[in-house]
């Protein structure tokens, strides 16, 4: 039975507000979807000029075929499929035994050890001195180098330990005394538990890798190797020219804008098709049901 | 299948602090020995040091025979029922059940016959594919229960099991414990705090506090002769009334004052027993108080201050000067709130304790049993 809340007229308007608040964040967030969407799919003239704000203005899918004529522009889409899947399942293989470790209060100095982790947040070597690391440690110009150099990062060690900690103990206990080792408990009882943890951390991996950068532009020397966000400037950079070279690009069909537009387009495709198979863990926790407090 | 539990001069402490102090407790095979004792006593760290979760700082511990000192959980030959249960939430009950065995060696048609037969025991066929989520708390119980008896182990250990119950479920459930004993015959280990729990359970009771055993016994001798006003506190519902009292001497006849005005006598064995300690605690049962006089019993005069009516009986609450007494009236009384009574003690049945320490300086044992 469900009885039919009582609201006061505070609540109302508290519930108003809250829907509108929510109505306008939602929009923030749709909108540039949308319009990149649309600057994509529409005339270079158009985009350049500014008349598109909205809706796709003079349609055409000619900047979507320009990006897709190029051979770069593959490479480039499977070097971050690689950085981002390679990387992430890296970085969840590292990341989760060390929060485990950590979460452990008879890890043998848990407390020193935690501390360095965190340290790492505030505190860092700097951009040069780390730079050099990576070169002496021969990591610059390879994709192993991507992989390896980014595959931990305190925070992501910090949230899984956090929900590690909130676990009852008495699940690793009821374990040991199912004759469970280490590795079984947190293979077996853990993992699975931790589901909703584990997802947050896999994506905010992810959309690291996924809208890596800098440290790609800053170390990678080879073309074959760049990831899809250096592309793009790459491209931007390359149009800049030919532009300067040319004089303009009135006879073009697509323009800067539209180039971008179908870039960015087509770098979140695979992102709208995974987070909603994804998005259950971060609204479903697993935790009920198993004990009661 | 049941094995003796042996613990000698056990003692745990974590840094500093003692929380189990040189215990030693025999038990026998199939024996259900309840611990039972307030909150924070070392109740569970002692059940943990038998399971093997906590290493023991000093004694000895042996199952069937054997130290078991340094010995893993799993090879103990015990199984423990968690107060939370701890059931993996993601898998089904089957697999909670058999998430032990699947760890061994076993073939998936031992495993199945395993679960098979712990499932008809406690009821669980129907459930075996569902999750714990989706299980009341009875049921949740019996699963866990499930997979303790699939490990055939030689000692169940049980950590306040019924707490998360409500109390019709918990009284069903504790039923249910006694008969799965009775059908097992495993030697069992129940932690409580709650001493009906115990009473009921019980084939010994062993009362902590403090870290130490403050008395063990079976439900009747822990009920009938405590040795302690602590003891006597603790066992029975509602508890023996305990107040501090005055001894009186005057000539031969030794008396005590209670609430400050009520004066009874004492028997000539109490005289001789209590010798001369004058900071006693005076104890008396709620069932060994009445409303009509009887032989041997002495009256003292009060105020009623609360009835509760418990359907075929009533608590009476009676203000006797600065103390409180709880007395049982049968039936349908006619005890009403606010009113002067007169209560009688039965003076056969009494307890003496001595203030400093507690321990009981006198009861007649002939009385009660
Ligand atoms: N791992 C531990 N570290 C430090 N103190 C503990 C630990 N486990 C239990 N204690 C302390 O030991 C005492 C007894 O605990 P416990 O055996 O759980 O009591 P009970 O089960 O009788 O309520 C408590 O004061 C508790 O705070
Ligand atoms: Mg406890």
């Given at each position: ?293 | ?187 069992v280990i129940y932690v409580t705090h709650d001493q009906l729990e115990a009473m009921t359970l019980a084939d010994r009771i062993v009362v902590m506090r403090g870290g130490v055993i403050e008395q063990m016994g079976t439900p009747k001798e822990l009920f009938d ?145």
């Open positions: 039975m469900i009885s039919t809340p009582i609201y006061s007229p505070g609540d109302r308007w508290f519930g108003r507000i809250n829907t509108a608040l929510l109505v306008v964040f939602a929009l923030c967030a749709l909108y540039p979807i949308v319009y990149v969407t649309s600057l994509s799919v529409s005339s270079g003239d158009a985009a350049t000029s500014g008349r598109v704000w909205l809706w796709p203005v003079e349609w055409t899918l000619s900047a979507h075929a320009h990006v897709l004529q190029d051979k770069l522009f593959w490479t480039s889409y499977a070097n971050t499929l690689f950085y981002t899947v390679v990387g992430t399942l890296t970085s969840l293989a590292l990341i989760i035994p060390a929060a485990y470790a950590l979460s452990k209060p008879r890890l043998m100095g848990r407390r020193w050890i935690g501390f360095f982790v965190a340290f790492t947040m505030w505190f860092n070597a700097g951009m040069i001195p780390f730079y050099l690391n990576l070169g002496d440690l021969d990591l610059l110009d390879s994709r192993w180098g991507i992989v390896i150099a980014f595959a931990v990062n305190a925070f992501n060690i910090i949230l899984m330990r956090n929900f590690f900690e909130s676990v009852s103990p008495s699940f690793e206990e009821a374990a040991r005394m199912d004759g469970a080792n280490d590795f079984q408990i947190l293979w077996q009882v853990y993992i699975p538990l931790a589901k909703p943890a584990i997802a947050t951390v896999a994506m905010l991996c992810a959309i690291a890798r996924w809208n890596g950068y800098f440290w790609a532009m800053v170390m990678l020397r080879d073309e074959n190797k760049i990831p899809l966000q250096v592309f793009l400037k790459k491209m931007i950079v390359d149009i800049n020219l030919t532009e300067e070279a040319a004089g303009a690009m009135a006879t073009q069909a697509y323009s800067l804008e539209t180039i971008t537009g179908a870039i960015i387009v087509l770098s979140m495709i695979p992102v709208v098709i995974v987070y909603p198979m994804i998005q259950k863990y971060f609204t479903k926790g697993v935790m009920m049901g198993g004990v009661k407090e | 299948m049941a094995a003796n539990v042996s613990l000698r001069n056990v003692a745990k402490h974590f840094g500093a602090v003692k929380v189990v102090d040189n215990i030693s407790l025999e038990i026998e095979p199939g024996e259900f020995v309840v611990l039972v004792g307030p909150s924070g006593c070392g109740k569970s760290t002692t059940l943990r040091l038998v399971a093997g979760l906590e290493q023991i700082s000093d004694g000895t511990i042996s199952i069937d025979n054997r130290v078991v000192n340094n010995l893993a959980p799993k090879d103990r030959g015990v199984a423990m029922v968690f107060q939370n249960y701890a059931l993996y939430p993601h898998l089904t009950v089957r697999d909670n059940i058999s998430f032990g065995l699947r760890l061994g060696r076993m073939s998936k048609a031992d495993i199945d016959a395993e679960v098979t037969r712990a499932a008809s025991i406690l009821e669980l066929g129907p459930l075996l594919d569902r999750r714990p989520s989706d299980l009341s708390g009875g049921q949740r119980q019996r699963v866990a229960m499930g997979r303790a008896i699939v490990r055939n182990p030689s000692v169940f250990l049980f950590d306040e099991p019924l707490s998360n119950l409500d109390a019709k479920l918990r009284t069903q459930m504790r039923a249910e414990i006694k008969r799965l004993h009775s059908r097992l015959r495993n030697t002769a405590p040795v302690s006003s602590f003891v006597a506190g603790f066992m029975g519902s509602p508890p023996m009334n305990l107040t501090p009292c005055s001894v009186v001497s005057n000539g031969d006849a030794t008396s005590v004052t209670l609430g400050g005005t009520e004066k009874l006598s004492l028997p000539p064995a109490a005289r001789e027993a209590i010798n001369g300690t004058e900071q006693l605690t005076f104890g008396v049962r709620p069932e060994d108080i009445r409303l009509q006089p009887r032989e041997g019993t002495q009256p003292i005069n009060g105020l009623v201050e609360l009835v509760e009516p418990l359907g075929g009986e009533s608590l009476v609450h009676v203000r006797v000067g600065d103390d409180l007494f709880v007395m049982r009236a049968e039936g349908r009384t006619t005890v009403e709130s606010d009113r002067p009574i007169t209560l009688h003690l039965d003076m056969q049945r009494i307890y003496l304790f001595d203030r400093k320490g507690g321990r009981r300086v006198y009861h007649d044992m002939e009385a009660t049993s």
